[in-house]
Every structure is written in C-alpha cells, then in structure tokens.
C-alpha cells in the first residue's frame, strides 16, 4: 500500500483532492495534513473521513519538527502539497502570514522529503500552484510553462517562492519534483471570500455585490474537478522534474461574470429576471490588481490527454445550486462554528 500525505486536503481543492484519491486508489492510504485555519473545514470530507484508507492529521506546515515527525512515522512514499493562504486580498493586509505558510512551510516539506526518504526511486514531491507567478497579461497572450516570472501581489510573490524552492530542490539534491500552476477555480466547497461563492451568497441574502474597480480584470475560471483530474493525470503521469500549466480556455471579464451569476442565481431562486443585478456596487479597486489572467495548457493536453470537461454554463449552475442548497454548510462558515468540527469529531477520538 502506497502511504500518500496531501497537505491542505480541509480547504477547497484539496478536499477535491482527498475525494477523488481516497475512492479512486483503495490501494492508497490518504495522509491528510491540515492546519484547519479560517480556510480549512473538515465539514468539507463528511462523506469519506470513515474510510479505512483515510486519516487526518491536524499539524502545521510551518512547525519543521512536526513535519520530520510525521514523514518518520508515516514514511510517506509521496507528497502533493496544496497546503496554502491562497487570498490575495488577505495578502496585502497581512504578507508575513504568506511568507510563512506559502514559504516556509513548502521548505519544511521539501527538507523532510529529502532528508527522510532514504533514496528517491518511486517517489513524488508534487506541488500545486498558481498562475499568479506569471504576472499580469494585457489584452493579448496566454502564459505558457515558459513565461518569466513576474509576480505582483503578496500572495503570488509566495506562491513564485516556492515554486523556485520546489524547483532548487530538483536540480540540486535531484529531489524527484512534478508543478503544475493553475487558472482560478471553482465549484462546490470554495471559501466565499473568493468571487464566485461570495458574488452568489451576496444575491441570496439581497446584499450589495462588490465588484473591484470597473469589473473589467478577467480571469480564466476552470471547474474545480477538471483541475483535480489534472492533478491525478500529472501526479500518476507526470515527467520528474516538468512543470505543467492547466486552465480552463475560459475568459470572462469579472462585470459580465457577475451578470452571469446573478441571472443563473435570480433563475433558481424564481426571483425576477434581471432583479439581482441591482445589487452591483462598483468598489474601490483591489491595490495592484492583475488586469488578465490566461493560461495556455497545450503541453498537458498534447502530453498526457487532459482535457477540461465542464461547460462553464453548466458548472456554473451547478455552483449555484450547491451553495443554494448548502445552507447550513454557508451559515456554519458565516457564525465560525465549522471550526469546532474537528473538536466534536476527532479530538474525542483520541
Ligand atoms: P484554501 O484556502 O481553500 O485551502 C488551503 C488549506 O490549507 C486550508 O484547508 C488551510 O487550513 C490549510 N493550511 C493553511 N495554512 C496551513 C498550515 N500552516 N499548515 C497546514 N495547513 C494549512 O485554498 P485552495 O483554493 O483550495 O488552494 C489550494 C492550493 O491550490 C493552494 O496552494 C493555492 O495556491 C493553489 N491554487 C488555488 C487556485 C484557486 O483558484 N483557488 C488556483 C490555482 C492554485
Ligand atoms: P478572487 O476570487 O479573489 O481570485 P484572484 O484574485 O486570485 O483571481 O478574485 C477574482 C477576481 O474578482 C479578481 O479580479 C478580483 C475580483 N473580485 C471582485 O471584483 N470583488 C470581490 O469581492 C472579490 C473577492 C474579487
């Protein structure tokens, strides 16, 4: 049995992540590693923590002792790391909690790998990032594996940081390393800070809808489960050492998204056509907001096959709905009681 650490595995994707590898690899036994932060919410894995292939470890990224603790007791054979803070709003207030977690804690991982693997053969450490690294693009152009790095925001100048330590790893120890960086995701579970499920949450309570600058930034929106079976395409398929981009081919200035979301939200809850859309407020603009985010995914297609599956249309209705029909999963974020999950489920168990 293959003994896999996912860190990050309460937070949005990596609960994907968790999901999808615990039902799909019996042979695999799941090490999920979260610090349960704000982020963090193991409401998120009800369906699967009872399966004999899964354990949860609270612990934290950043404290090196604990992480060199775990991989001697665990002897993980690999890792995929998502681990986080992944706001870029909460980055400009506070930088330093990046630095550590996105920073530091990628560190730790990569020195206890290398330190407590014994040799490399059939080993992983694969990290999961953002197409924030690349910078800002204008109006033309696509981000490949071979564009420079420019990160301009906090969040995506830690997350460049530990891509550049993954990849030091790699050529200097030969420490056996996979990255993929990402488009903005979404789907059932995301945090709603993130536009999506906060723009939806906003409409169903009839609260006004902030909408940075003139709403004109564009962003390339992927479902969440076509990036998750990117991530088991890479992880299983992967060549050492290669970094593979992944987006959705999906565009949408942040205006018309939220048009978007506020018909589809106004449709499924019967209100009247076009109601929601009152709500729009222009707000002050984010500091350094990124104008265009556009990934070129060529090399994953053309190398290993994926392809992103849902129709944005589709993902976004079934967004809606899941966070319409969601409520007390929403109203446990909203009054800070998800955070008492793990004390009622698992501190008890010893
Ligand atoms: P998230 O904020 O929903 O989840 C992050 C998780 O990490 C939470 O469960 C949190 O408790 C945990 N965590 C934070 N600090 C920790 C620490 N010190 N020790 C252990 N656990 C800690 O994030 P997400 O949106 O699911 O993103 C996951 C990863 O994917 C991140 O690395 C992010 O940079 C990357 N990514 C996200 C997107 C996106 O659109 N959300 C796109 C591309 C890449
Ligand atoms: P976000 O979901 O925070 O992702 P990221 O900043 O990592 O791309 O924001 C997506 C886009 O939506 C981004 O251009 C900022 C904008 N935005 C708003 O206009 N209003 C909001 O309340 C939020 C959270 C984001």
Redesign the pocket.
């Known amino acids: 049995m293959k003994s896999i650490l996912i860190t990050g595995g309460a937070g949005f994707i990596g609960s994907h992540v968790v999901r999808l590898f615990v039902n799909l690899y019996s042979d695999y036994h799941i090490y999920n590693l979260d610090l349960l932060t704000y982020a963090g919410n193991l409401e998120n894995l009800k369906d699967i923590e009872s399966f004999p292939n899964y354990t949860f470890l609270k612990g934290d990224i950043t404290d090196a002792a604990f992480i060199d603790a775990i991989f001697k007791k665990y002897q993980f054979d690999a890792v995929i790391h998502l681990a986080a803070e992944s706001?870029?709003?909460r980055s400009i207030m506070d930088p330093a909690a990046f630095v550590k977690t996105n920073v530091l804690g990628t560190l730790n991982l990569l020195n206890a790998s290398r330190s407590i693997w014994s040799n490399f053969e059939n080993k992983r450490f694969y990290h999961i990032s953002?197409d924030?690294v690349y910078g800002t693009l204008g109006e033309e152009g696509y981000f490949t594996e071979n564009t420079n790095y420019d990160p301009r925001s906090p969040?995506s100048a830690s997350k460049a940081s530990s891509d550049h330590l993954v990849r030091s790893f790699y050529h200097t120890y030969q420490l056996p390393v996979l990255i993929s960086n990402c488009s903005?995701n979404y789907g059932p579970y995301q945090f709603p800070?993130?536009?999506?499920p906060?723009?939806i949450h906003n409409i169903k309570h009839n609260k006004p809808l902030?909408?940075?600058?003139k709403?004109e930034?564009i962003?390339d929106w992927l479902w969440v489960g076509d990036h998750v079976n990117a991530i088991d395409i890479i992880f299983h398929r992967g060549i050492i050492g290669e970094t593979y981009n992944i987006g959705g081919s999906n565009e949408w200035k942040?205006i018309d998204l939220?048009e978007k979301l506020c018909d589809i939200t106004d449709a499924a809850l019967q209100r009247k056509a076009g109601s929601s859309r009152n709500l729009i407020h222009f707000?002050k603009d984010?500091a350094g907001?990124?104008l265009r985010?556009a990934i070129d995914s060529a090399k994953l297609q053309n190398t290993l096959g994926w392809k992103a599956s849902m129709n944005f249309e589709e993902g976004l209705k079934q967004t809606v709905a899941w966070y319409l029909n969601h409520e007390t999963w929403l109203s446990h974020i909203m009054d800070g009681s998800y955070t008492a999950y793990y004390d009622s489920q698992y501190s008890k168990r010893g």
Do not use: M, S
Not at 193 to 196: A, G, S
Not at 210 to 213: L, T
């Open positions: 706001h870029v709003d953002t924030e969040y903005n800070e993130k536009l999506i906060l723009i902030p909408v940075y600058g709403g930034n962003r942040n939220v707000v984010r907001h990124d985010y």
